[in-house]
C-alpha cells in the first residue's frame, strides 16, 4: 500500500481538487463513538450505543501562495472549509483521499485554526499550519 505524506480533497463537482502536506506527527484518526451514559435512580447505568465515526486531525503545512502544481494554498484549503450548504453545488461533503490512497466521503468540521510560521504573511515564503478536522460518512470508497 502506498503512503502519501499529503492528503487529497475533492468538491463534491469536481471543480476544485487539491493535495495537502500533512504535518505528520500532528496527525491524529479518532474513533468517535455515539452514545449517552445516564445513571438509573437504582445506581446501575444506562447506556444508549449508536454510531461510530471516523474523524482525523491534521496539522496542513500550507503557503499564502502554492507554486508547486497540483497543491493547494491558504485560499484553497478556507475555500473547501466554507463549503456549507448540503444542497449546494458544490456541497459541504467532499472526497479526501488520504495518505494511504483510499478515498472517504468527509466533512470539514470544527474550527479553522491559522498559524503563520516565520515572518513572511504573503507569497510563496508565507507558510502556515492549519489545524483541521474531518469526519468520515459511511465505509471508503474505492482507493484511487
Known sequence: MAHYSYFILTNSNDS?????????PSYKRILEKSQSINKTID???DISQGAIYERHEY????R????EEGYGDIEDLETFYKYN?????PSDMMTLTDHFGVNHNAYFIGDYQNSLLGVMIEG???????N???????EPLESS
Do not use: C, D, H
Request: positive net charge.
Open 124 to 130: 510563496g515564503e508565507a507558510w502556515s499550519i492549519v
Open 16 to 24: 476544485l481538487i487539491k493535495k495537502f502536506r500533512v504535518v505528520m
Open 43 to 45: 445506581g446501575a447505568l
Open 64 to 67: 499564502e501562495s502554492e507554486s
Open 85 to 89: 450548504n448540503p444542497n449546494g453545488t
Open 59 to 62: 496539522g496542513i503545512r500550507v
Open 132 to 138: 483541521a478536522q474531518f469526519i468520515f460518512s459511511g
